[in-house]
Structure formats: C-alpha cells, structure tokens
C-alpha cells in the first residue's frame, strides 16, 4: 500500500470514529506510550545461558524449528532486529538465567550486578528499558518445591537467589531512572495429591516475607499465580487464590498470565477485581491451547476483552504489559512480531472503544442502545488506524515485515545449526 493511500484511510476513519465520540489522533498518543515488555526468552525456547539442564518446572516449548539464539550476542541480534518492526520504545524482560556469565558457572545464588552489566548497558544504547525474573525452574535444586520447601537448605538457596534478583532489578531500575518489575513465578507444586497444602502455603508466604523485607526503591516486586504445571497437576502452591491474598494483604503487584487460568475461566472479568484490592498488575500476555501452551500471542477475543476491561476499569495506567509465550515450532523472530502487534492492536482496539458514549447509555438504562454500539464498534475501521499507526513510526505496514523475517532468515537464523 502507498503511504498516500494509508493516510487517505486514516482520515476517513479518523471521522467515523469522531462520530461516534472517539479521538483517534488521542488513542494513538496513548498506543504510543504504551510499552511492552518483550520476553527475552522467546528468542531461544528458555534456555538462557547456564547449560546445564534441560527446561523443568513444568512449562514446555514444543517444537525445533531451525535458528534458536545460541548465545548472548545472538539473543541480542534478533532483539534488535525484532525493534524494527514494532512500533514505539518497548522494555525487555530478562530471567536470571541470562545473565552474562562469560561461560563460567555461576550458580543461582550467587549471581550479581555485574551478570547483568552488559545488559544494563545494551539496554540503554538501544533505548531499551529492563524487567526482570528470577530463575527457579531447570535447576538441579527445583524439584517439586522451591521456595515452599520444608528442607531449610533448598528453600534458603532460593530465598538468596530470590533476593539477589531483587537486588539486580533495584540496580537496573536505578540505571535506567524507572522502576524494573520484577517478576517471581515459582512452579512449586506436586504431581499427585498432597496432604499438606496448607503448610508449603505458610512456607510460601513466609519465605515471600522474608525475600521483600529489604526496601529497594529501584524496582516493584510482582507475584505471578498459576493453575497448574506439566508433572505438577494435582496441586500449585501459588494458586491464584494464594497469590490473590497475599497480593492483597502486602500490597504487592499481582502477575496476570492469560494461560495460568480454566479453560473457561473469563481472565478479563478478573481485572475489575483484582483492581480493587493490589495496587497494580503485570501482565503475562499469552495464548493457551487447551492448556497453559504458550501459542504466540493474536488478537483474539480474550486478548481484545483483557485490555477493553483495563480500560474501562480505568487500569491502564496500573498495568505493566509483558508477553509470555514460546513457540519453538515457527520461525521464533515471526512469532514475536506477530504477538507484539497483536497486543498493540489488542491495546488500540481498547482505546477506540467509544467508552462515553457506552457509559451514558449504560447510566440511563437505554440497554439496547448499548449493545448496538458495542457490536457496531467492532466493524469500525480500526485497521486502518493501525496502519496509520505503524507508518507514522516508520515500520512496515499491514504483512509487509513478513518479507523482512524471511530475509533475516536467510541472512542469520538458517545459519545457526
Ligand atoms: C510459567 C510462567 C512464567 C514463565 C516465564 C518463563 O507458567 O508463565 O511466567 O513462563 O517465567
Ligand atoms: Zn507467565
């Protein structure tokens, strides 16, 4: 498409929404704002950079498709690469598994700063601002229970290790003059029935105590809840309730992962909630098939309701938007476009919501008038706002970037074997 005829859509749409009470010029200010925090972790099927142990804790990549980052500097080539083709100034989420280690061993609880030194600084020559996650799961001391455990020896190994990322978040939030949201996701849990759920809960909440007892105003400590793991599926220690209350009763950021849910669970009815009660979310942005699968993230009705619902609970400004989801069967660069700008479609398809006018008519009980507009809302041209969006920061347009992964493709990844 001509960037005279992308422009010629924009305006009519940019009337047609205005009709209906919408500013589009507004909503695309707002999209452009609105950061994601990419998973470093696609890249390379969450391997990171230790080596020594296959992907644990109950999460699964499926598939080898050919062109996996093998190392640092790969990861950050396909980073880099992957920017081109967003629009907007976005964040990185690293797990402590990737740190810079120089291929040393450098065990969990023993990792520092000076790990992520080269990250800080990569970071801030490509305008990059950093998240962080500690690394509980591919460990020879990850097991069934982590930071739950009974045993004083494992569970003091992943308090230090926790409170070390602590640290490393606070450092990189100070480097970069904004908080670092760090994230703790433990898959702590048992495959067959347990009769102490009660206890490894305690155990949980005690050892959570103890890792944010120190104050490290550089960084925001978030809690990730989830259903259940692979080899874990008759019990999760940080279930949504666990994570709910003490979320709640720390005033404690609660980590959202669309796939950590029921099948038929509505995860968007979950936000007005949770909104009530924690002082903000982070958000795990995924696709589960069945199962908490982690398909690349679309634009599909789940994803559009999450962030609709954020909006109309007044959220947006209290959520962190990261993604969480590895494909390893399609070319891994493809998948993280695709899910990127499926969320951002996702976020401006919330911001041109003709919310006002929806709520006047909800208030006067005209119930009727306010399922028309929701359901004609959907057939506005919200496509060519995207387009116009993309344009204006100078990245391809509609499936033009498919050419542009097919080439990286050529040139790097189908020489990584
Ligand atoms: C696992 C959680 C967690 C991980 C990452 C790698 O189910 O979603 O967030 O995916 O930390
Ligand atoms: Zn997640």
Redesign the pocket.
Known sequence: MKDEQIKKAYEIARERYAAIGVDTDKALDQLQKTQISL?C?QTDD?VGFERNEALSG??QTTGNYPGRARNIDEVRKDLEFVKTLIAGDHRLNV?AIYGDFGGKPVDRDQIEVSHFQSWIDWAKANNMKLDF?SSSFSHPKSGELTLSNPDKGIRDFWIEHTKRCRRISDAMGKAQGDPCIM?I?V?DGSKDMTVERKRYREIFAESLDEILKEDLPGMKTCL?A?LF?IGLESYTVGSHDFVAGYCATRKLMYTL?T??YEMTENVADMIASLLLFVPELML?V?RPIRW?S?HVTIMNDQTLDLFKELRRADGLSRAHIGL?YFDASINRIGAYIVGTRATQKCVLSALLEPLDKLRQYEDKGQNFERLALIEEAKSMPFGAVFDYFNLKNNVPVGEDFIPAIQQYEKDVLSKRC
């Open positions: 998973h972790w969450v109950g999460i797990h996650n994230n996701w898959h990730e989830k793991g992962d796939g950590h795990h995924s908490d982690d969480d």
